[in-house]
């Protein structure tokens, strides 16, 4: 099971009601930089997500699914609660998902796999070992379920590190930790940063994205209603000045890209606005229109009619 497989999927499983679990909140490391967070669990509730979740139960080819499945008894579309993945901006970043995990069954599966073992304060953390056959503590990537609903998935080092905050009890009160409770208290998935100047570093070759080297702070969210997806932004920058050219920048720049049947709809809803030194954008998705999105990314774009019937289907269950 690799930490690129429910980053993916916190991405696809977006579809949720907000709140983050303030327990995996306290395992963030201290000088975490960016966090961002999904519930999975009540992605079905939204029609929205009932529909990705269909998409993704009826996709032929996902094989890579039912061989976790056969091999772990994990299904990460059913139990699969909460994705937490958290930063400092270096390579110790960390994945904390929240389940129904079967930890021996996994673990015989993935020693079969060729996987070895650190034990850590008793925890056993999962690893691939290196070319010599020895596990170099802080370098590989690694697994560990602290109790049969928490696994933690990341480099050995912040693993480690997950454990050693479990223990001491402490929650994380970083500068990102009360925008991030803000954000999840309203929005389905979400991430906050204090570090966006990345987007932009210095030295970039492209002057025109300067105006991102401005911002100190940045969040996003987006909450699935019954009938559109509403996606929203907001940026702290130095001063009002830069909030309200940062606005006119990115107004511009959606204004520059070519017209497109498909985008055009929800991308005129787009709104800019700037209120003393933080700017917020935000845009509305139709239901109809994310579905269409969807179908056609994964080459499965039903009828209108059969979308149209599916929808209703969806909202009577």
Known sequence: MKPSYLLSLAVVLAPVYAAVDPGLLT?????????????????QTSPFGRFLLAQIQNNNSNSARDKLIATT???????????????????????????????????????????????????????????????????????????????????????????????????YSGDLAQKARDIANSNDAWAVSNAPANLAPAGSVNPQMKFLQTIKQFSAGTRFGS???????????????????????LRFLVSMIPADPKTAPFLNTARF??????????LDIPEDQAESL???????????AVRQQQRQQLRRN
């Open 73 to 171: 008894g994990f299904d990460p579309l059913k139990d699969l609660r909460e994705v937490l993945v958290a930063s400092s901006g270096q390579k110790n970043g960390v994945v904390l998902g929240r389940g129904y995990f079967q930890p021996d069954r996994i673990a015989a599966a993935a020693n079969q796999a060729g996987a070895l073992a650190i034990k850590y304060k008793g925890v056993d953390i999962l690893t691939g070992a290196g070319a010599s056959g020895a596990i170099a503590s802080g370098a590989s990537q690694g697994l560990a379920f602290l109790d049969s609903s928490l696994v933690a998935i990341g480099d050995v080092a912040a693993i480690e590190g997950v454990i050693d905050r479990r223990a001491s009890g402490p929650g």
């Open 227 to 249: 009938t559109a997806i509403t996606f929203t932004a907001q940026a702290t920058t130095s001063s009002a000045q830069d909030a309200q050219a940062l606005a006119d920048a």
């Open 27 to 43: 395992l963030v490391m201290p000088d975490a930089s960016a966090i961002a967070g999904v519930q999975v669990e009540q992605g």
């Open 294 to 304: 969807v179908a056609s990314a994964t080459h499965t774009n039903p009828r209108p």
């Open 273 to 282: 606005s700037a209120s003393g030194n933080v700017t917020t954008i935000s």
